[in-house]
């Protein structure tokens, strides 16, 4: 089956990747982490895209794919570092 290389089936398959990746994550109890305790779902839940951008670009030749992936990741990642404050405890 041969997969259209389309660059907002990109932006879809890397906000879904992300929105998945990060409900797993949610399962997870992160405040007995510390510094990073707010950031730390939401950056790792960056993962998968990253490695959808790789496979897509290099592996399945899917160039207006990888390029959505990699618009998801990298916008969202910047949102994260600018939106959610992270809380120092003493």
Do not use: C, H, Q
């Not at 879809?12 to 007995?32: D, K, V």
């Not at 290099?58 to 600018?82: C, E, P, Q, S, Y």
């Amino acid at each position: 089956m041969k997969i259209k290389d389309s660059f907002w089936l990109g932006l879809l398959i890397g906000a879904a990747s992300f929105g998945l990746f990060f409900l797993l994550l949610s399962l997870i109890n992160w405040e007995s982490l510390g510094v990073f305790a707010k950031r730390a779902p939401y950056l790792l839940a960056f993962i998968p895209g990253v490695v959808l951008f790789r496979m897509m670009l290099v592996k399945w030749n899917l160039d207006k794919m990888g390029r959505g992936v990699l618009a998801v990741t990298i916008v969202g990642m910047l949102l994260v570092f600018f939106l959610v404050k992270s809380v120092v405890t003493p």
